[in-house]
């Protein structure tokens, strides 16, 4: 019987206490002395501040303090955690990013003020006294049209580009367009995306005067990277003085990792009235001021030659980034975008230029996948058109160019390790029951439906890394991961890591990787993450990176900790510790053998040997930096069935084979590959954050207007990992996994409905009125 628990689908431990209304968010915290936050924000998306009167809300009852732009103007502004430089190789336009607004407003939603009292509805009654007068200026919203529009959204871009990036061969790309015997065209919007976890953004921030210490509780996938930010580039305050604690967190999807302006002020607030200042986002704030994410417009064009070889691809995008830089939201066109251009195919030639722009709304940075899906939809779209005009099976074309020779360098600056397109395509053929399809399709016409297939074949490169490329790349933070393992003398286990869970269920598998390594139970191991004052310096959770690196640096402190563990075994078992054998929790030689647990007891209690060199105890610290990212890969097939009458398209099928290298917990996989399908379904056929081009007001403010997609709007998702291919540069051979799902799915659904309406693209998201609008115009 196989005991080990690495591998096994075992349910998650954590599921409980939130399925039972257990889980400690920071909305539950009330701490003493409690007060409130109010933020006002702006009604303009352009608008210079003229008049802004507080007098009277400081004297309203229960008001501790009003906090204006003014009141910042000593600190600096929010930080941008990469700098990319511009072709001529000219650094990126970096305006001050306020903590509120102070003389001119950006972006509907941004804040410009800030009201403390002891109660909500007093800082809310209070703030509504607070007098703005403001001229309206000229907005800009359009990403196609920013950069000549005429109105800057800040003087210091005065066209409104923040950079113009290339990445790729221009000459040789040019030279294979010209001998193309075939070229595929697209042009097309990657829509702007509004995130929407379950739990708003929220935080609670509580200085004590006596040490002068302050804590902040936070809705966070990166408490360190919070505390980092905050001190070191914003408020000044020593490191050590603020420690920063993300308790449980209902989702993030990207949105939660960067420092926003509502935490900085609330800690600075703390700190002036020296009583905790709590804040909780309504959902209308979260779709004015959560970062926003995608809003690419694209031009794509590929080159084949006349036995359907790819020979060149050329991308231009212009990426909208907002009235502001977000933290990560430089990298995420360039770097995390046209790097993954090449796909899963074998293209000599590629270049892609990304410009930039600024517009006057709300920040875009990184949501799940961040880039990614924007390539993929790219490669994707452009591929599955391409074979359609020549004539061919989309997936005879895939085979076609399919890369099968690895390491593989790419044209593009990535250099995948290893891969096995092939088993995941023709496990997807299988898995969607192809053979099945034209008896499906023909059941749908009977019934006056249109029915189509779409597939779309995804790379991603996740776990970011290393350090050291990054930073020659533009990032200004490290991007490793830490692990504290401590062994407790019972032989119970403790691990600190530097990883953060909001949904990944890290309590589960962290824990069956520590149970697996040591041959211990899995109810004896404790995940701890989350809090700065507990946890070593890590890096949290974005990027599918949470097992590969985050679980890599367990591994490391797991050696650690097994090495002394040998040494001491080998003492009680009079050998040499070469000659001890570790399996399923027992150091063995010959026919003598300890438990770990009694090693564990003998590290605390060392009166049975001499302790030589060895200091007491059994706790060990490892830092991973990767040596490259990992490359998960897999195949994604849709089938859609389409009303004519009314252009509604319904999800019939959709089906999903991936290559995620080891896998430690199988349905914790599925459900990040389903979670990942729905949200790229929502994007494909529902979500779309709409500002009105003149006013620059978002006209989907509420989900009245965005529309998220419910249970009927998706299908029983089929979802198969094979064993794959093993990441070759990391000890546990793991990849990443969180975003698959939504880095495939938008190509798969919008070719399936190309392939149903007889089409060479529908603009996401497709609407049933924008596909009632296409069969309009095919009618005539």
């Known amino acids: 019987m196989n005991t080990n628990p690495i591998g096994q689908a075992l349910p998650r431990r954590e599921d409980h206490r939130f399925l039972v209304g257990r889980g400690r968010y920071t909305d539950d915290l009330v701490l003493p002395h409690q007060t409130y936050g109010f933020f006002l924000r702006s009604p303009y998306a352009h608008a210079r501040i003229q008049r802004l009167d507080t007098s009277d809300a400081r004297d309203a009852p229960g008001v501790r303090l009003v906090l204006t732009g003014a009141d910042f103007r000593a600190f600096g502004g929010l930080p941008c955690g990469w700098l990319i430089h511009s072709a001529d190789n000219s650094p990126m336009k970096e305006p001050r990013h306020p ?4 003389g001119v407003l950006r972006h509907v939603g941004e804040p410009y003020a800030l009201v403390v009292a002891d109660t909500l509805a007093q800082a809310k009654a209070a703030a509504a006294l607070i007098v703005l007068e403001a001229e309206e200026l000229p907005a800009v919203a359009d990403t196609a049209h920013a950069s000549t529009h005429g109105t800057a959204v800040h003087p210091e871009a005065p066209d409104n580009v923040c950079y113009r990036w290339e990445v790729g061969d221009e000459a040789a790309t040019t030279r294979a367009f010209e001998q193309a015997a075939h070229v595929t065209r697209l042009a097309f919007r990657n829509n702007r995306l509004i995130p929407n976890a379950i739990e708003p953004r929220a935080a609670n921030a509580s200085h004590n005067p006596a040490d002068d210490h302050t804590t902040l509780y936070v809705a966070n996938q990166n408490p360190h990277l919070e505390r980092l930010l905050m001190c070191a580039f914003v408020l000044g305050i020593p490191e050590h003085k603020l420690r920063v604690i993300a308790p449980d967190v209902g989702g993030g999807f990207g949105s939660k990792i960067f420092l926003y302006s509502e935490e900085t002020a609330l800690v600075h607030a703390s700190r002036q009235i020296g009583r905790p200042v709590k804040w909780t986002a309504e959902r209308s704030e979260c779709f004015l001021s959560d970062a926003h994410g995608r809003d690419h417009v694209t031009e794509a064009e590929l080159a084949l030659d006349a036995q359907g070889q790819f020979t060149g691809l050329r991308v231009r995008t212009t990426a909208n980034l907002g009235a502001y830089l977000s933290t990560f939201a430089s990298c ?52 599955e058109t391409a074979a359609r005009e ?17 390491p593989c360098a790419t044209p593009v600056g990535l250099t995948y390790d290893v891969g096995d397109y092939d088993a995941t395509l023709n496990g997807v053929l299988e898995l969607a029951d192809l053979a099945g399809y034209p008896a499906r399709k023909a059941v749908s016409e009977a019934r006056g439906l249109k029915r189509g297939i779409g597939y779309s074949c995804y790379i991603e490169a996740c776990g970011l890394a ?40 890290h309590e589960t598998s962290f824990a069956q990787l520590v149970a697996g390594r040591l041959g211990i139970p899995v109810e004896d191991v404790d995940i701890v993450h989350g809090d700065t004052g507990r946890i070593p310096f890590g890096m949290g959770t974005y990027g599918s990176r949470s097992l590969a690196v985050g679980g890599s640096a367990i591994v490391k402190a797991l050696d650690k900790v097994l090495d002394k563990a040998r040494r001491i075994a ?62 998960p890969a ?8 389409i009303d004519p009458r009314t252009g509604h398209v319904k999800v019939d099928r959709f089906s999903a084979v991936d290559d995620f290298g080891n896998v430690m917990n199988p349905m914790i996989v599925e459900g990040q590959v389903q979670g990942g399908v729905a949200q790229g379904i929502g994007q494909a056929l529902l979500e779309h954050g709409v500002y009105d081009p003149d006013s620059g ?23 198969h990992t094979l064993p794959g291919t093993p990441c070759p540069h990391n000890p546990i051979g793991a990849k990443g996994c969180g975003e698959a799902g939504t880095i495939g799915a938008p190509a798969a659904v919008i070719n399936a409905i190309c392939d149903a309406l007889g089409v060479k693209d529908v603009p996401m998201p497709a609407t049933p009125f924008q596909v009632w609008q296409i069969l309009k115009e095919n009618a005539k």
């Not at 020549?390 to 690895?406: D, K, M, T, W």
């Not at 504290?484 to 909001?502: A, E, I, N, Q, Y």
């Open 390 to 406: 020549l004539g061919l099976s989309p997936v005879e074309l895939r085979r076609r160019n399919f890369i099968r020779q690895f």
């Open 99 to 102: 903590i509120l607004a102070d």
């Open 332 to 383: 995420v066109p360039t770097i995390l975008y046209a790097t993954l251009l090449a796909g899963q195919y074998r293209t000599p030639a590629i270049h892609a230029e990304v410009t930039a722009v600024f517009t006057h709304t709300a920040p875009v940075d990184a949501y799940r996948g961040a880039g990614r899906p924007e390539a993929t939809y790219v490669v994707e779209r452009l591929v």
């Open 466 to 505: 290393p350090s050291h490329l990054a930073g020659q790349l533009g990032a200004r933070a490290g991007l490793f991961e830490s692990a504290l393992v401590r062994v407790h003398p019972t032989g119970k286990v403790s691990v600190f890591t530097g990883s953060h869970s909001h949904g990944q269920g």
């Open 570 to 631: 080998a003492y009680l078992l009079d050998c040499a510790p070469e000659q001890v054998q570790f399996e399923n929790g027992v150091f063995r030689h010959g026919e003598r053998q300890r438990r770990f647990t009694d090693i564990a007891l003998a590290a605390y209690v060392p009166h049975h040997y001499p302790l030589g060199e060895m200091e007491p105890g059994l706790e060990k610290l490892a830092f991973y930096d990767p040596a490259n990212f990992t490359f």
């Open 697 to 719: 007001q978002l006209l989907t403010g509420s989900y009245m207007d965005y529309a998220m997609p419910r249970a009927d709007d998706i299908p029983d998702i089929a979802v």
């Open 634 to 641: 897999g195949s994604h097939v849709c089938e859609v069935e």
